[in-house]
Nanobody
Framework: QAQLLQSGGGLVQPGGSLRLSCAAS????????VGWYRQAPGKQRESVAE???????IYADSVKGRFTISRDNAKNTVYLQMNSLKPEDTAVYYC???????????????WGQGTQVTVSS
């Protein structure tokens, strides 16, 4: 079993920056795929950025050039650096990961608890 704990977020003015963190803990052999999603009030959850098992990075068109997903394998932590934030980026942000929990190939998939990002002047 594993779990994801998010940190970061908060209130920022338009044009500002924030960094979200998602730390995996528990029984971890590997972090396979990881992604960041967001859900604004009244809207469906949408993918923001994804780091695939093969190392490919996929960004939503709305955040390309502004957001960067990265990972620190030594810390079992994934980050989302958000720059040039806009009011439309306001949402609850969630991390999602598939984690290898045993050398037999067993995996665990789950979500972080979510963190609010509000972009407003």
């Amino acid at each position: 079993q594993a779990q994801l704990l998010q940190s970061g977020g908060g209130l920022v003015q338009p044009g500002g920056s924030l960094r979200l963190s998602c730390a995996a803990s528990g029984r971890i052999v590997s972090i396979n795929t990881v992604g960041w999603y967001r859900q604004a009030p009244g809207k469906q959850r949408e993918s923001v950025a994804e780091l695939t098992r093969g190392g490919a990075i996929i960004y939503a068109d709305s955040v390309k050039g502004r957001f960067t997903i990265s990972r620190d394998n030594a810390k079992n932590t994934v980050y989302l650096q958000m720059n040039s934030l806009k009011p439309e980026d306001t949402a609850v942000y969630y991390c999602d990961a598939e984690i290898g929990i045993d050398h037999d190939g067993s995996t665990w998939s789950g979500w972080g608890q979510g963190t609010q990002v509000t972009v407003s002047s």
